[in-house]
């Protein structure tokens, strides 16, 4: 049984101008993955709204720019208290929105909330630099804000996306137009009114909703916004990329990826399935860290596709609100589809389905945990982002070997290596294409390192000093010290 929330789907709205306007046509239903169930409907913002959200947000650039850092931190931190003291509130939303467990949701509305605490404290570390120069002339660099900010943001983190693009965007000095997700629009909105309640200045922060092509042509090419930053898909990306490029825009672009894990000979087979378990099934594998293909030595082959299956075939898949459901549904019809055509594609090319394999159900978005073994390369399943809880596995004869896959591929966003060999340890981490390597041990980089990816999986880096690249200028000044 579910313990179906008491709590009210909530309207959704555009914020422009620091007013919630929600007397707009409907754009598309909001659908609960776990029922079917149509959960309310998302605005369409006007040619005019947008205009507005822009005017509004070159405003607001101008009196954020000028707020002192220390009163930029406090509100921050003030949103970030907020954000934690709602937290029983909005995950319940967000559960009905994705589908996620409420523990998922209550852990990712808690990351969302460090982000906001730790580009506070950086905000007093903007530091410049005294460039030496011959006297009488004194060379020094600052960072100033970039200006308005187009932010876009995916249905999967549809809290942690948009608060890494705040939060970096508010330490800066920036404004920030926020597009968020039509499937998890109240999350996002929810997000928002904590910045409002900490008394952000209006027009600093606008969230609007329309026609995908629309707002971004109007976002992106006009000459307010000065930075375009989207967590999304690669397509999705490029075609932002391009737009941006017509205006001499730049991007910021944390992009799809297809993170393998290594898993060497000299490990315990078990004790690894057990951690990909863990990690792999979270959020039903819908996150740009998942575990995606794991090439796995063939000493140990057999023993961690046994064990990982096993594991695997007991997790519970049900509605997120049931206390004893480990992984909940995927985000709706499209991404089940998604499912069978990779499970249906790889069998095809001569895999085995070890565990899984199909739909839970016939009410929902569900899909069974699943384990593919003996996957070759030419499947689309190891070219493709799965992002699902697909698991294909492919023994390999050494890391040599597993290294030149993992590359082989135009992205590359994370990856995974398990090793006792401090050589090979340090080798892979080197070599692997990625923006991040996790050394035994499955996780993803918090507020305090950057992420993002090499080559097709994006441009830039959100998250540590590294975050200051996009979202500030670097204005050099020298000064003739002489009377004149």
């Given at each position: 049984?579910?313990?179906?929330?008491?709590?009210?789907?909530?309207?959704?709205?555009?914020?422009?101008?620091?007013?919630?306007?929600?007397?707009?046509?409907?754009?598309?239903?909001?659908?609960?993955?776990?029922?079917?169930?149509?959960?309310?409907?998302?605005?369409?913002?006007?040619?005019?709204?947008?205009?507005?959200?822009?005017?509004?947000?070159?405003?607001?650039?101008?009196?954020?720019?000028?707020?002192?850092?220390?009163?930029?931190?406090?509100?921050?931190?003030?949103?970030?208290?907020?954000v934690r003291e709602r937290a029983a509130d909005i995950a319940p939303i967000f559960t009905m929105e994705?589908?996620?467990?409420?523990?998922?949701?209550?852990?990712?509305?808690?990351?969302?909330?460090?982000?906001?605490?730790?580009?506070?404290?950086?905000?007093?570390?903007?530091?410049?630099?005294?460039?030496?120069?011959?006297?009488?002339?004194?060379?020094?660099?600052?960072?100033?804000?970039?200006?308005?900010?187009?932010?876009?943001?995916?249905?999967?983190?549809?809290?942690?996306?948009?608060?890494?693009?705040?939060?970096?965007?508010?330490?800066?000095?920036?404004?920030?137009?926020?597009?968020?997700?039509?499937?998890?629009?109240?999350?996002?909105?929810?997000?928002?009114?904590?910045?409002?309640?900490?008394?952000?200045?209006?027009?600093?922060?606008?969230?609007?909703?329309?026609?995908?092509?629309?707002?971004?042509?109007?976002?992106?090419?006009?000459?307010?916004?000065?930075?375009?930053?989207?967590?999304?898909?690669?397509?999705?990306?490029?075609?932002?990329?391009?737009?941006?490029?017509?205006?001499?825009?730049?991007?910021?672009?944390?992009?799809?990826?297809?993170?393998?894990?290594?898993?060497?000979?000299?490990?315990?087979?078990?004790?690894?399935?057990?951690?990909?378990?863990?990690?792999?099934?979270?959020?039903?594998?819908?996150?740009?860290?998942?575990?995606?293909?794991?090439?796995?030595?063939?000493?140990?082959?057999?023993?961690?596709?046994?064990?990982?299956?096993?594991?695997?075939?007991?997790l519970v898949v049900g509605d997120g609100f049931a206390k004893d459901t480990q992984m909940g549904p995927?985000?709706?019809?499209?991404?089940?589809?998604?499912?069978?055509?990779?499970?249906?594609?790889?069998?095809?090319?001569?895999?085995?389905?070890?565990?899984?394999?199909?739909?839970?159900?016939?009410?929902?978005?569900?899909?069974?945990?699943?384990?593919?073994?003996?996957?070759?390369?030419?499947?689309?399943?190891?070219?493709?982002?799965?992002?699902?809880?697909?698991?294909?596995?492919?023994?390999?004869?050494?890391?040599?070997?597993?290294?030149?896959?993992?590359?082989?591929?135009?992205?590359?966003?994370?990856?995974?290596?398990?090793?006792?060999?401090?050589?090979?340890?340090?080798?892979?981490?080197?070599?692997?294409?990625?923006?991040?390597?996790?050394?035994?041990?499955?996780?993803?980089?918090?507020?305090?390192?950057?992420?993002?990816?090499?080559?097709?999986?994006?441009?830039?880096?959100?998250?540590?000093?590294?975050?200051?690249?996009?979202?500030?200028?670097?204005?050099?000044?020298?000064?003739?010290r002489v009377r004149v």
């Amino acid at each position: 049984m579910s313990d179906k929330p008491k709590h009210t789907y909530p309207p959704i709205g555009l914020l422009i101008d620091g007013e919630w306007i929600y007397d707009r046509p409907s754009l598309c239903h909001v659908e609960n993955p776990s029922d079917e169930s149509m959960l309310g409907q998302v605005p369409k913002a006007t040619a005019n709204d947008l205009q507005n959200a822009l005017e509004s947000s070159a405003r607001g650039f101008e009196v954020w720019r000028r707020t002192p850092p220390t009163e930029r931190a406090a509100i921050m931190r003030r949103a970030a208290v907020l954000v934690r003291e709602r937290a029983a509130d909005i995950a319940p939303i967000f559960t009905m929105e994705l589908g996620k467990t409420l523990s998922e949701s209550l852990a990712e509305i808690e990351r969302s909330a460090t982000f906001l605490d730790w580009d506070a404290e950086e905000i007093r570390r903007l530091y410049g630099r005294i460039v030496p120069t011959d006297p009488p002339i004194q060379q020094f660099v600052v960072r100033e804000p970039i200006g308005p900010v187009a932010a876009f943001t995916p249905w999967n983190v549809p809290m942690s996306a948009p608060s890494r693009k705040i939060s970096a965007s508010l330490a800066a000095g920036c404004s920030v137009i926020l597009k968020p997700a039509e499937e998890t629009p109240a999350t996002a909105c929810l997000f928002a009114q904590c910045f409002l309640d900490a008394g952000l200045p209006k027009g600093v922060l606008n969230v609007v909703f329309g026609d995908p092509d629309e707002v971004s042509r109007t976002l992106v090419l006009s000459p307010i916004t000065r930075l375009v930053t989207l967590t999304g898909s690669i397509n999705v990306g490029k075609h932002l990329t391009r737009l941006a490029a017509e205006t001499m825009k730049p991007v910021l672009m944390e992009l799809g990826g297809h993170a393998p894990v290594l898993v060497d000979e000299n490990v315990d087979p078990d004790e690894v399935a057990q951690l990909a378990v863990n990690w792999k099934y979270r959020m039903a594998g819908q996150f740009c860290s998942a575990p995606s293909r794991f090439l796995v030595h063939r000493s140990v082959y057999s023993d961690f596709v046994e064990s990982l299956a096993s594991k695997a075939s007991k997790l519970v898949v049900g509605d997120g609100f049931a206390k004893d459901t480990q992984m909940g549904p995927v985000a709706n019809r499209r991404r089940l589809d998604a499912m069978s055509g990779l499970v249906e594609d790889a069998v095809a090319h001569g895999a085995r389905v070890v565990t899984g394999g199909q739909r839970v159900g016939n009410r929902g978005w569900f899909y069974a945990p699943t384990v593919l073994a003996d996957v070759p390369l030419d499947a689309r399943i190891m070219k493709e982002e799965p992002f699902g809880p697909l698991s294909p596995c492919a023994p390999v004869n050494s890391m040599d070997e597993a290294l030149s896959i993992s590359n082989s591929l135009d992205m590359g966003l994370a990856a995974f290596v398990f090793t006792n060999s401090m050589e090979r340890a340090d080798h892979l981490s080197r070599e692997l294409q990625v923006g991040s390597v996790a050394l035994n041990v499955f996780t993803s980089p918090g507020a305090e390192a950057p992420f993002g990816g090499y080559r097709e999986s994006g441009i830039g880096r959100e998250g540590g000093l590294e975050m200051w690249n996009s979202y500030t200028v670097a204005k050099t000044i020298a000064e003739r010290r002489v009377r004149v």
